[in-house]
């Protein structure tokens, strides 16, 4: 079982998951695991990702590794709204995967949506 920890200590992924101001979301998800263990990490990664592709509202996901054999794992998996991303998150199926994880690894899940900055990017 991965141990979590939060990304940002003051707002809980649990208390992001009752927000319901609508519009999609996104995901941001860190692993950290020893280089050793990563073949690991993917192989229950892409059984995850296989459970959740399945589940309503799911746009995408993106699995990206740190460089020169780096341990890190950052994936982002979009979604149409909080509500099919907390319906998918809680789904057994996928609970029951977490014990699969190695024990070894660290993950710290946050969502996200984008920011409208002027000239630079667009919401």
């Given at each position: ?38 073949d690991r990490l993917l ?18 996901t993106q699995l990206h ?59």
């Open positions: 079982m991965p141990k979590f920890v939060e990304m940002d200590p003051t707002v809980t992924l649990e208390a992001q998951m009752g927000d319901e101001s609508g519009g999609s979301v996104t995901l941001i998800n860190t692993f950290i695991i020893p280089p050793e263990d990563a192989e229950v990664w892409a059984s995850d990702a296989a459970i959740m592709k399945r589940q309503p509202g799911f746009i995408s590794r740190g460089i020169v054999g780096s341990g890190v794992f950052l994936n982002y998996a979009v979604w149409q709204s909080v509500a099919h991303f907390h319906a998918a998150f809680s789904n057994p199926e996928f609970q029951a995967q977490l014990g699969a994880y190695p024990d070894s690894v660290t993950t710290g899940p946050h969502l996200v949506r984008k920011v409208e900055v002027d000239g630079i990017c667009v919401a």
